[in-house]
């Protein structure tokens, strides 16, 4: 026995009788279309600690792009790099690498 499936038929005339029994501005569960669905409230919420807070003000302040920053330093080292004749002093960094090391175990 054998049964011949199209897409027509039946199923078509059954799906027009649905959507000929609902009303446009009504969903299937009753929900009112005519309206716009208002947004659910978040459940969630946020509080930053104080270091947070502090660290987001410390980034705003720093943020300026080059506040605090001699461009012309900046120039000079560049080009010095550039042509080889940087020349790295290494007991100055060392000196200064364990000055901050002690200021920060203060």
Excluded: C, F
């Amino acid at each position: 026995m054998t049964h011949k499936i199209d897409g027509g038929g039946a199923s078509q005339a059954l799906r027009a009788a649905e959507l000929s029994s609902t009303s446009t501005a009504r969903t299937h569960a009753g929900g009112d279309r005519s309206q716009p669905v208002a947004a659910a409230t978040p459940a969630d919420s946020m509080r930053l600690t104080g270091e947070a807070t502090g660290l987001q003000a410390l980034e705003r302040s720093l943020g300026g792009g080059g506040a605090g920053l001699d461009v012309a330093k900046v120039n000079e080292v560049r080009a010095a790099l550039a042509d080889g004749s940087y020349q790295i002093d290494a007991k100055q960094i060392a000196s200064r690498m364990l000055a901050l090391e002690s200021e920060l175990l203060k």
